[in-house]
Protein backbone atom coordinates (compact mmCIF):
# COMPACT_ATOMS: atom_id res chain seq x y z
CA UNK A 1 0.00 0.00 0.00
CA UNK A 2 1.43 3.31 -0.86
CA UNK A 3 1.28 5.50 2.07
CA UNK A 4 2.64 9.09 0.61
CA UNK A 5 0.39 12.28 0.95
CA UNK A 6 0.52 15.45 -0.90
CA UNK A 7 -1.15 18.05 1.49
CA UNK A 8 -2.92 19.55 -1.49
CA UNK A 9 -4.82 17.28 -1.28
CA UNK A 10 -5.30 15.84 2.05
CA UNK A 11 -4.59 17.59 5.93
CA UNK A 12 -1.58 14.95 6.15
CA UNK A 13 -1.79 16.32 10.22
CA UNK A 14 -3.83 13.59 11.25
CA UNK A 15 -1.70 10.82 9.96
CA UNK A 16 1.59 12.41 10.58
CA UNK A 17 1.92 11.38 14.09
CA UNK A 18 -0.19 9.21 15.90
CA UNK A 19 1.25 8.71 19.07
CA UNK A 20 -0.08 7.73 23.15
CA UNK A 21 -1.05 11.19 24.78
CA UNK A 22 1.84 12.17 27.07
CA UNK A 23 4.30 11.30 24.75
CA UNK A 24 7.01 13.78 24.26
CA UNK A 25 7.24 14.05 20.25
CA UNK A 26 10.27 16.48 20.33
CA UNK A 27 11.47 17.42 17.20
CA UNK A 28 8.69 15.52 15.08
CA UNK A 29 6.38 17.53 17.80
CA UNK A 30 7.64 21.23 16.54
CA UNK A 31 7.44 20.05 13.02
CA UNK A 32 4.06 18.68 13.56
CA UNK A 33 2.31 21.79 15.07
CA UNK A 34 4.25 23.64 12.14
CA UNK A 35 2.07 21.59 9.41
CA UNK A 36 -1.30 22.22 11.85
CA UNK A 37 -0.95 25.94 11.44
CA UNK A 38 0.03 26.19 7.92
CA UNK A 39 -3.22 23.69 7.08
CA UNK A 40 -5.17 25.79 9.28
CA UNK A 41 -4.19 28.83 7.49
CA UNK A 42 -4.81 27.30 4.24
CA UNK A 43 -1.16 27.00 3.37
CA UNK A 44 0.09 23.76 1.62
CA UNK A 45 3.21 22.99 2.95
CA UNK A 46 4.54 20.04 0.76
CA UNK A 47 4.71 16.37 0.52
CA UNK A 48 5.16 14.06 2.97
CA UNK A 49 6.24 10.32 2.50
CA UNK A 50 8.72 7.77 2.91
CA UNK A 51 12.14 7.05 1.10
CA UNK A 52 10.39 3.66 -0.23
CA UNK A 53 6.93 5.36 -1.35
CA UNK A 54 8.69 7.75 -3.00
CA UNK A 55 10.62 5.12 -4.85
CA UNK A 56 7.61 3.41 -5.83
CA UNK A 57 6.30 6.60 -7.18
CA UNK A 58 9.23 7.18 -9.08
CA UNK A 59 8.95 3.30 -10.23
CA UNK A 60 5.22 4.17 -11.29
CA UNK A 61 6.85 7.12 -13.65
CA UNK A 62 9.34 4.78 -15.29
CA UNK A 63 7.18 2.37 -15.70
CA UNK A 64 4.88 4.57 -17.72
CA UNK A 65 2.18 4.88 -14.85
CA UNK A 66 1.67 1.38 -13.74
CA UNK A 67 2.71 -0.20 -10.49
CA UNK A 68 2.52 -3.75 -9.42
CA UNK A 69 0.79 -4.25 -12.76
CA UNK A 70 -1.78 -1.85 -11.94
CA UNK A 71 -2.34 1.73 -13.13
CA UNK A 72 -2.23 4.99 -11.36
CA UNK A 73 -0.88 7.08 -14.02
CA UNK A 74 -2.08 7.54 -17.44
CA UNK A 75 0.26 6.79 -20.15
CA UNK A 76 -0.43 10.35 -21.39
CA UNK A 77 -0.37 12.29 -17.85
CA UNK A 78 3.25 10.85 -17.49
CA UNK A 79 4.62 11.82 -20.56
CA UNK A 80 3.04 15.34 -19.93
CA UNK A 81 4.67 15.65 -16.64
CA UNK A 82 8.28 14.07 -18.54
CA UNK A 83 8.12 16.07 -21.49
CA UNK A 84 9.44 19.89 -21.69
CA UNK A 85 6.76 22.45 -21.38
CA UNK A 86 9.32 25.78 -22.05
CA UNK A 87 10.42 25.66 -25.08
CA UNK A 88 12.41 27.68 -26.46
CA UNK A 89 13.16 30.81 -24.39
CA UNK A 90 13.66 33.77 -26.89
CA UNK A 91 13.20 36.74 -24.89
CA UNK A 92 16.64 37.71 -23.47
CA UNK A 93 15.39 37.90 -20.21
CA UNK A 94 14.18 34.24 -20.16
CA UNK A 95 16.88 32.51 -21.46
CA UNK A 96 18.14 29.73 -20.02
CA UNK A 97 21.68 31.42 -18.37
CA UNK A 98 23.08 30.72 -15.14
CA UNK A 99 20.12 31.38 -12.29
CA UNK A 100 18.23 28.77 -14.41
CA UNK A 101 17.27 26.38 -11.45
CA UNK A 102 16.95 23.11 -13.34
CA UNK A 103 20.23 23.77 -14.97
CA UNK A 104 22.04 23.90 -18.42
CA UNK A 105 20.55 21.34 -20.73
CA UNK A 106 17.05 21.02 -18.98
CA UNK A 107 13.42 22.46 -19.56
CA UNK A 108 10.88 22.00 -17.21
CA UNK A 109 7.93 19.18 -17.00
CA UNK A 110 5.13 19.40 -15.00
CA UNK A 111 6.95 19.15 -11.25
CA UNK A 112 10.44 18.26 -12.35
CA UNK A 113 13.43 19.33 -14.58
CA UNK A 114 13.42 17.34 -18.48
CA UNK A 115 16.89 16.75 -19.61
CA UNK A 116 16.87 17.91 -23.13
CA UNK A 117 19.94 16.15 -24.90
CA UNK A 118 22.34 13.68 -23.94
CA UNK A 119 25.32 16.25 -22.86
CA UNK A 120 24.63 19.89 -22.23
CA UNK A 121 25.65 19.18 -18.38
CA UNK A 122 28.13 18.09 -16.17
CA UNK A 123 26.05 15.60 -14.20
CA UNK A 124 25.87 12.39 -16.04
CA UNK A 125 22.79 11.26 -17.52
CA UNK A 126 20.67 10.95 -20.78
CA UNK A 127 18.27 12.64 -22.74
CA UNK A 128 14.94 12.50 -20.80
CA UNK A 129 15.97 11.83 -17.58
CA UNK A 130 14.18 14.08 -15.05
CA UNK A 131 15.08 15.17 -11.59
CA UNK A 132 13.71 17.31 -8.71
CA UNK A 133 15.07 18.34 -5.48
CA UNK A 134 13.61 19.53 -2.03
CA UNK A 135 14.60 22.37 -0.05
CA UNK A 136 16.38 20.44 2.85
CA UNK A 137 18.02 18.35 0.56
CA UNK A 138 15.73 15.21 -0.94
CA UNK A 139 16.49 14.31 -3.98
CA UNK A 140 15.63 12.50 -7.01
CA UNK A 141 16.38 11.30 -10.31
CA UNK A 142 14.61 9.50 -13.18
CA UNK A 143 17.07 7.81 -16.29
CA UNK A 144 14.21 6.14 -18.85
CA UNK A 145 17.51 4.81 -20.80
CA UNK A 146 19.14 3.45 -18.18
CA UNK A 147 16.15 2.40 -16.48
CA UNK A 148 17.46 4.11 -13.54
CA UNK A 149 16.02 5.76 -10.02
CA UNK A 150 17.78 7.64 -7.44
CA UNK A 151 16.24 8.60 -4.23
CA UNK A 152 18.46 10.44 -1.54
CA UNK A 153 16.83 11.39 1.59
CA UNK A 154 18.79 13.74 3.65
CA UNK A 155 18.41 16.92 6.08
CA UNK A 156 21.30 19.38 4.79
CA UNK A 157 19.96 22.60 3.36
CA UNK A 158 23.13 24.28 3.24
CA UNK A 159 25.07 21.48 1.25
CA UNK A 160 22.03 20.15 -0.45
CA UNK A 161 23.55 20.74 -4.17
CA UNK A 162 26.94 19.22 -3.04
CA UNK A 163 25.41 15.93 -2.01
CA UNK A 164 22.65 15.69 -4.41
CA UNK A 165 25.43 15.50 -7.07
CA UNK A 166 27.52 13.39 -5.17
CA UNK A 167 25.16 10.92 -5.23
CA UNK A 168 24.43 11.29 -8.95
CA UNK A 169 27.64 11.07 -9.94
CA UNK A 170 28.43 7.65 -7.39
CA UNK A 171 25.20 6.37 -8.47
CA UNK A 172 26.55 6.67 -12.28
CA UNK A 173 29.64 5.46 -11.60
CA UNK A 174 28.52 2.11 -10.38
CA UNK A 175 26.90 1.71 -13.56
CA UNK A 176 28.74 -1.13 -15.89
Known sequence: ????????VFSVVPVLAQVREGVDLGVLGAFKACLEAEVAQGRLPGAVATALDYYRFL???LNGGTLEGKRILSPKSVALMTADHLGPLYLPSLQRGAPYL???????????AVRLEDGGNPLPGSKGDYFWAGLFGTYFFVDPKERLIGVFMTQS??????YAQLF?????ASLR
Open 168 to 172: RNAVY
Open 1 to 8: MVRWLLAV
Open 157 to 162: PGGRTY
Open 102 to 112: PGPGYGFGLGF
Open 59 to 61: QAL
